[in-house]
């Protein structure tokens, strides 16, 4: 595995995130479009696509390396070399780039337009971080495989000991693609950066390379640079491929990016006008499509070889030596994609099945108008119907689609190949994939298909500026097309989900730290903190080791997004070395014979003992009133019995918590109320008082998952405010720390209306990742000691008032240094 630097400060991870990080993949790449530019003998590469080819050379690189273990950590230096060398032999070339020069505003703008728009949710959190956490685990799943195969390759794990193992097993088996990822983590290796904090900067570096592809490919159609920049800008995030990749959805939008970049690259320079050698850009493009997608890109891919080959044989005078250029195309991409071939004999099954027939993360299969651009929905994954503005929406399409067709008409009056390709070609692709596949794969196809879709929209609405009418009308129709797709951005935009910065980093800290000392166990569901706790072989409940995440007979049935220690079967849990326990203040203590290593700011980490005494029986309780039953004493008087002469008693005191759950109806007027929880779909305050037994300093937890800024008040007083703390259901986030006296005290929690800041909107999802607001709770300082007792005091342990968390009945070690 790369060696990476320590997990460093929020100002220091976030410079790193979005400026070092971007800057270093910008050079590289324009590095290797420096090199290929050179090498292929193309002076006349438009400028526009130096990025886009370079980046393209940085998937196809990284392809190579991490196909085998022994190369696989020497991805990030081999980009960084052949880089080099494109920035010394193209030396004075890069002295004439440098210099201020106008006609790069306009491409800039083409890429800064979808870039910015991916990178906003982020970048305005002033945190490094991802989107879409909670709403789909594949991009957990992403990072896994990506930390995999930049450290060992495509070799399968042979032992599976953690999650992470888990989930790298399933991917390496049935080939899934890799090209972006292995991109991905290449590139983050060089700035010993963990690839977590890089995600959402590539995902913006795509989309800025597909509006740099379209900005070339409009370039008949719109004659205004300016124009054309922000048609290219706003083809480049139609709404559900915007919506997808801001659910962590790399590879669709990488694939779509390189795809444009073929169309735009054998447009420019068609293969019958050029020499062989000069094909070398467009052979890496394909190459580039193939590792991102694999098998996944054919359709598309295909018929836009195949449709630009047959435009040029029909329109070129000497087909003979046409077809030969065409053949020494495929002669070069073949040995570049030989790393796509090796992995698609894996994958070739699962995709001659058109793919997963399901609906995959979907609840509910999408229309096939969301190919068109506009989709003004606050949730992709349901219905229009349930979660969005449908009619507003199919306004918005008809409007697009009436110009979509204007456009074509105008690309077929002006011969424009690029275009016309481009349309004809994702038509069929997109017909021959939905026709074959299920609602999963239907959503990524539409995805790809829907910037063709925009940008013969926008070649339409430019048509219109003939005449003298022509002068604001043409400008007013592509206002109109950008407005019907940023709108439904915007919705998303702000509806976003936001990983949580702090807690990610205290993973990233404990995993260094807890490095090589599990086997362990993670008692949420978090597909992400089975990536950050790797090397401590933890085993999560989102994709446990084998299957086996193992139960007591207390466990409650089904999902559980929280599992607590009384749940876990003993047996098993005694099987690891490490328990990663989400701080929460109702929680049980783990048995006798764990100890608490580390009480960090959102994990309890409890290391088991070796050599402590035997736990021959365990039996949970809950601190509750009368719990503690004749039959339940008479059951534990008899496990001492049996346990022998030496056998004694260990109990933990129950959570001296106070917390207060609405009864029903108490909530805002628009506050769902779901049992303990609300779904806080607007703005609103609960009002509600608690009794505190004792003086003390009190520390407040409030359960859910937070967006917009939820705000908690005692006696009038602002403890503290929780935004952009999103989590699954069932934990819990500390608010503050007051000092209160005994007896009767007020509160109120408030939810603020919504602002321009991103993840601030009222989701509709089951999961409620930016609405959930569940009990608040008063916890005083935990203790985690334990207390013990002899068998002849047992009775008495029994009748006694105190709450009690667990009893449990210890025999001596074998170990003669064991505490008696």
Not at 802 to 818: I, K, N, T
Request: glycine share 10%; proline share 7%.
């Amino acid at each position: 595995m790369a060696r990476r630097v320590p997990a460093p400060d929020l100002m220091v991870t976030f410079l790193l995130s979005w400026l070092v990080f971007p800057l270093l993949v910008v050079v590289l790449s324009l590095g290797i479009g420096l090199l290929l530019r050179r090498v292929a003998a193309l002076p006349e590469l438009a400028g526009a696509l130096l990025l886009p080819v370079g980046l393209a050379g940085v998937v196809t690189i990284s392809g190579y390396t991490t196909q085998l273990g022994v190369t696989a950590e020497l991805t990030g230096p081999a980009i960084a070399v052949v880089a080099l060398a494109g920035f010394v032999v193209a030396r004075r070339e890069l002295l004439a780039m440098v210099r201020p020069a106008r006609a790069w505003l306009w491409p800039g703008l083409a890429a800064a337009l979808p870039a910015g728009a991916v990178a906003a949710p982020v970048v305005l959190t002033g945190n490094a971080g991802l989107t879409g956490y909670g709403r789909i685990v594949d991009i957990g799943h992403q990072l896994k495989f990506t930390e995999h195969i930049t450290s060992a390759g495509r070799q399968m794990p042979t032992v599976i000991d953690s999650s992470y193992l888990e989930t790298v097993f399933k991917m390496t088996s049935v080939g899934y693609p890799g090209g972006s990822q292995a991109a991905l983590g290449g590139s983050s290796d060089l700035l010993g950066l963990d690839p977590v904090w890089a995600y959402q900067p590539l995902l913006a570096l795509f989309a800025a390379v597909l509006g740099l592809s379209l900005y070339v490919l409009l370039g008949r159609a719109i004659s205004s640079a300016p124009w054309r920049a922000v048609a290219a800008g706003v083809a480049a995030q139609p709404t559900i491929l915007y919506s997808y990749a801001l659910n962590g959805g790399v590879k669709e939008l990488a694939a779509v990016a390189a795809l444009t970049l073929v169309a735009a690259l054998l447009v420019a320079h068609r293969p019958s006008a050029v020499r062989w050698r000069q094909l070398l850009p467009a052979a890496v493009a394909v190459a580039s499509a193939c590792a991102i997608f694999n098998l996944g890109i054919v359709p598309w891919l295909g018929m836009l070889v195949a449709l630009m080959l047959l435009v040029d044989v029909a329109t070129r005078p000497h087909r003979v030596r046409t077809v030969g250029r065409w053949a020494a195309l495929g002669l070069m991409a073949l040995p570049l994609t030989i790393p796509t071939i090796i992995v698609a004999t894996k994958l070739a099954p699962v995709a001659a099945g058109g793919g997963p027939p399901d609906l995959g993360n979907l609840a509910a299969p999408i229309s096939a108008w969301s190919a068109v651009g506009p989709w003004v929905s606050l949730d992709y994954r349901f219905s229009l119907e349930e979660v969005g503005y449908d009619t507003l929406t199919y306004v918005l399409i008809a409007v697009v689609l009436a110009f979509a067709v204007l456009g074509l008409v105008r690309a077929l009056r002006r011969w424009d190949v690029g275009l016309l390709v481009l349309a004809l070609g994702g038509a069929v692709a997109l017909v021959f994939v939905t026709g074959r596949a299920g609602p999963w794969v239907d959503l990524k196809a539409y995805g790809i298909t829907a910037p063709i879709t925009m940008a013969l929209a926008f070649t339409g609405a430019y048509a219109l500026r003939r005449g003298r009418a022509g002068r604001w009308l043409a400008p007013a129709a592509i206002v109109l097309v950008a407005a019907s797709v940023l709108v439904g951005n915007a919705v998303v935009y702000q509806g976003v989900t936001l990983a949580p910065y702090e807690r990610f980093a205290d993973l990233e800290r404990l995993g260094e730290k807890y490095a090589g000392e599990g086997p362990a166990v993670m008692n949420t569901f978090d597909e992400f903190a089975e990536y950050f706790l790797r090397d401590a072989k933890a085993a999560g409940i989102v994709n446990p080791p084998r299957g086996r995440y193992e139960l007591g007979p207390t466990a409650l049935p089904g999902l559980q997004y929280v599992r607590d220690p009384d749940e876990l079967s003993r047996s098993w849990l005694n099987e690891h070395r490490l328990l990663f326990q989400r701080r929460d203040p109702t929680a049980s203590r783990p048995p006798s014979n764990w100890a608490l290593a580390e009480r960090s700011e959102f994990y309890n980490v409890w290391r088991r003992q070796d050599g402590a005494p035997r736990v021959v029986a365990h039996l949970p309780l809950t601190g509750q009133p009368g719990e503690r039953t004749p039959s339940l004493c008479r059951e534990v008087r008899g496990e001492l019995r049996d346990a022998g002469d030496e056998a004694w008693v260990a109990y933990a005191l129950a959570p001296d918590v106070v917390q207060y759950t609405a009864p029903e109806a108490a909530g805002p007027p628009r506050w769902i109320q779901e049992g303990p929880d609300f779904s806080a779909r607007g703005p609103g305050k609960l009002e509600g008082s608690v009794a505190l037994p004792a003086p003390d300093r009190y520390t407040l937890w409030l359960r859910g998952s937070f967006g917009r800024e939820v705000r908690v008040l005692v006696d009038g007083e602002e403890v503290g405010g929780l935004r952009w703390q999103q989590s699954y259901p069932g934990t819990y986030e500390i608010v503050g720390d007051v000092e209160l006296s005994a007896g009767e005290h007020t509160f109120q929690i408030v939810r603020g209306g919504g602002s321009l800041l991103p993840g601030t909107g009222n989701e509709v999802a089951d999961t409620r990742q930016t609405t959930l607001i569940g009990p608040l709770a008063f916890a005083p300082s935990p203790s985690d000691r334990v207390r013990y007792a002899p068998a002849d005091e047992v009775r008495d342990l029994c009748r006694s008032e105190v709450r009690l968390d667990w009893m449990e009945v210890l025999v001596p070690s074998s170990d003669p240094s064991a505490p008696r």
